[in-house]
């Protein structure tokens, strides 16, 4: 028998007998009581002193303590299963099955079905004697995240480190913030994706490939834009058509865009690269 289940039998028995002892107490006081109405009343400054002389009835201070433990122990079983990997989690060190019964009054030995079930859980190991968080990612720190990220060039998502240690959401804020790293959102699922941004990787990009690129005419309207970005799965930056529909409620007008005036050369331009008059060799000035 555990040393809890000790302390619960104990406790059953400290009740019993307190309860006997309530009884007898209750019944002594009412035969003194009918014993002493038959002589001189007392005063109510004595029945004050009396009650207060009494000490009172005191029940184990380990009441609450055991009845909190005894509703985790008639809980299902997934719910203790979820209540020792929140545990392991937190510690992020092995614990053995009387460590855990310890801190969140799970008791893995006695309960097969949870003990089972958290020795064949993913986010769990069990070296035999221990059990311990088990994330996708063993990692530690900053470092050793900017290493795995910039294994995985095609982008590896934020959900499958989120859990590597406890710093590391601020980490990959930082790694970002100092360009890194990118974090970009998936249009379809919603979720962060890590993509490296790593400076001494070379990318050689053919000729013909940035004609092409080059070569596509982009469409005047952003709504047109945006269309375009959400058919092939990308999020834009933008949401033209909600701007355009605030701006109508509040009556401003969308101004358009200008096309810059381009700026000739003429006698009258200040050159201030005169010292470089091969600059200037296939210039048509008006009036020359």
Same mark, same amino acid.
């Given at each position: 028998?555990?040393?809890?289940?000790?302390?619960?039998?104990?406790?059953?028995?400290?009740?019993?007998?307190?309860?006997?002892?309530?009884?007898?107490?209750?019944?002594?006081?009412?035969?003194?009581?009918?014993?002493?109405?038959?002589?001189?009343?007392?005063?109510?400054?004595?029945?004050?002193?009396?009650?207060?002389?009494?000490?009172?009835?005191?029940?184990?201070?380990?009441?609450?303590?055991? /009845?909190?433990? &005894?509703? @985790? =122990? %008639?809980? #299902?079983? +997934?719910?203790?299963?979820?209540?020792?990997? $929140?545990?392991?989690?937190?510690?992020?060190?092995?614990?053995?099955?009387?460590?855990?019964?310890?801190?969140?009054?799970?008791?893995?030995?006695?309960?097969?079905?949870?003990?089972?079930?958290?020795?064949?859980?993913?986010?769990?190991?069990?070296?035999?004697?221990?059990?311990?968080?088990?994330?996708?990612?063993?990692?530690?720190?900053?470092? /050793?995240?900017? &290493?795995? @990220? =910039? %294994?995985? #060039?095609? +982008?590896?998502?934020?959900?499958?480190?989120? $859990?590597?240690?406890?710093?590391?959401?601020?980490?990959?804020?930082?790694?970002?913030?100092?360009?890194?790293?990118?974090?970009?959102?998936?249009?379809?699922?919603?979720?962060?994706?890590?993509?490296?941004?790593?400076?001494?990787?070379?990318?050689?990009?053919?000729?013909?490939?940035?004609?092409?690129?080059?070569?596509?005419?982009?469409?005047?309207?952003?709504?047109?834009?945006? =269309?375009?970005?959400?058919?092939?799965?990308?999020?834009?930056?933008?949401?033209?058509?909600?701007?355009?529909?605030?701006?109508?409620?509040?009556?401003?007008?969308?101004?358009?865009?200008?096309?810059?005036?381009?700026?000739?050369?003429?006698?009258?331009?200040?050159?201030?690269?005169?010292?470089?008059?091969?600059?200037?060799?296939?210039?048509?000035?008006?009036?020359?």
């Amino acid at each position: 028998m555990s040393t809890l289940d000790e302390s619960l039998s104990k406790f059953k028995k400290q009740q019993e007998k307190c309860q006997t002892t309530l009884v007898k107490a209750a019944a002594k006081a009412g035969s003194s009581r009918a014993a002493s109405s038959k002589q001189v009343p007392p005063s109510n400054s004595s029945l004050g002193n009396a009650k207060s002389s009494a000490p009172a009835a005191k029940f184990s201070s380990d009441t609450e303590r055991l /009845q909190i433990i &005894n509703s @985790i =122990r %008639k809980a #299902p079983a +997934g719910a203790q299963i979820k209540r020792v990997i $929140d545990l392991l989690f937190e510690k992020r060190q092995p614990l053995t099955p009387e460590s855990i019964n310890k801190e969140c009054h799970v008791d893995v030995n006695a309960n097969k079905t949870v003990f089972e079930s958290l020795k064949n859980n993913p986010k769990v190991s069990y070296d035999g004697k221990t059990f311990s968080y088990k994330s996708k990612h063993a990692l530690k720190d900053k470092a /050793q995240l900017l &290493n795995l @990220i =910039r %294994k995985f #060039p095609e +982008g590896i998502a934020v959900i499958d480190m989120k $859990d590597s240690y406890t710093a590391v959401m601020d980490d990959l804020q930082a790694l970002k913030a100092s360009g890194q790293i990118w974090l970009l959102s998936n249009f379809d699922s919603q979720e962060d994706i890590a993509y490296p941004n790593d400076p001494r990787a070379i990318i050689k990009v053919d000729d013909d490939l940035k004609q092409l690129f080059r070569g596509i005419e982009l469409p005047r309207d952003m709504l047109d834009i945006e =269309r375009d970005l959400q058919k092939n799965g990308m999020k834009p930056a933008t949401n033209t058509a909600l701007r355009r529909a605030k701006a109508e409620v509040h009556g401003l007008a969308l101004k358009p865009k200008t096309k810059k005036k381009k700026h000739e050369i003429s006698k009258r331009t200040k050159l201030t690269n005169a010292h470089l008059p091969e600059l200037f060799k296939n210039l048509n000035v008006p009036g020359s």
